[in-house]
């Protein structure tokens, strides 16, 4: 969304492979991220590189787990429902990923109104 201003990583705490639904629903808006791989989280920390800003996305209930990053001097929490957690039929799983992805969106287009220089 503005990749001029910012560039942004992403991890998990245990990498898996990526949900087909949130492919699916991410090709809906015409991202591809069917080659994405799913990378862990504290190997972004072990690299030891300086993030201006770490967003983490976890529901509350695993907030407390999220790593510190060296050298962070800004630290926001988003709390977003895991898709990979969701039940239900597969166009149900489908309707509850647009509206966290459509959720995400909104988050990060404000962010990026905050913060452009």
């Not at 991410?26 to 770490?54: P, Q, R, T, W």
């Not at 239900?88 to 990923?97: D, H």
Request: glycine share 6%.
């Amino acid at each position: 969304l503005a990749p001029e201003a910012f560039e942004a990583e992403s991890a998990g705490f245990e990498p898996r492979p990526i949900n087909p639904v949130v492919v699916k629903v991410m090709a809906e808006i015409g991202i591809d991220i069917s080659s994405n791989k799913s990378k862990a989280v504290f190997d972004l920390v072990k690299k030891g590189e300086f993030y201006a800003y770490v967003i983490t996305v976890c529901d509350e209930s695993s907030a407390e787990r999220c790593p510190i990053f060296p050298g962070v001097t800004h630290r926001l929490h988003w709390s977003f429902e895991d898709p990979g957690a969701f039940t239900g039929s597969e166009e149900e799983k489908l309707a509850q990923t647009r509206i966290i992805r459509d959720q995400i969106r909104q988050k990060v287009e404000e962010f990026i109104k905050e913060h452009r220089s």
